[in-house]
């Protein structure tokens, strides 16, 4: 019985590596379909978003068959519990992208963003590579220590959103009001891709040490 358990739970755990792989590679891609208005890339990123919500289903499935028949206690419970949430932070960091990359379609052929804005969004989208890539390896690994390490991460990706806002609250902003609100959300997308790779941090650390850490983001983590 715990034999299988065990199993089902690496089984799972791979998965959420899985899963996370093909976020920051959705991020990644569309960033570059962002920058350089390339449609082929775009909708690559949207035909492959349904790998990640299969495999959200899958990952559901499995958690909550091992709810149901193996009826876990304690820290087995805390473990499946937080790959439940675990899963849905992910398939959002998976949905993110793709609205990234919605956006470069829907403003094709031309891009989607002014000139003056592209080094923050290269920086962002490194940035958002970066934090996915380590989420999957705090994942992989269950390091309390590493998962912490990704809100150090994210206050980088913080301080970009930060800085972006000053460009667009510039007098000397020229670019229209549709091009304003495509920054203004694409920059947002960016922002919470990092908070649930965050998230999924600290949804290890609680799965480890049974102690959910204190939100430097003043519990404001997005649910979208």
Known sequence: MRVAYNEQMNELADLLGEMASLAGTAMEKATQ???????????????????????????????????????????????????IQIVADIDRMG??????????????????????????????GRLAVQIGASAREVLETRDPERAAKLQEEDEAMDDLHRHLFTVLM????????????????????????ADHAVEVGRRVIFLVTGQLPVDLHQNNIPTS
């Not at 775009?42 to 559901?60: F, G, P």
């Not at 949905?95 to 920086?123: D, M, Q, S, W």
């Open 95 to 124: 949905a993110l992208a793709l609205h990234v990359a919605k956006i470069t379609r829907r403003r094709h052929p031309n891009h989607a963003l002014p000139e003056v804005v592209n080094g923050y969004f290269a920086e962002m």
């Open 170 to 193: 510039d007098r000397e902003w020229s670019h229209g009001v549709a091009a304003a609100v495509d920054v203004t959300l694409l920059g947002r997308f960016y922002e919470r891709f």
């Open 33 to 83: 379909s962002l920058l350089q208005a390339d449609l082929v890339l775009a909708e690559q990123v949207i035909s492959e978003h349904d790998k990640i919500t299969e495999l959200s289903a899958v990952c559901e499935e499995k958690a909550f068959t091992l709810l149901a028949l193996q009826a876990p206690v304690a820290g087995d419970l805390r473990s499946v519990v937080a790959g």
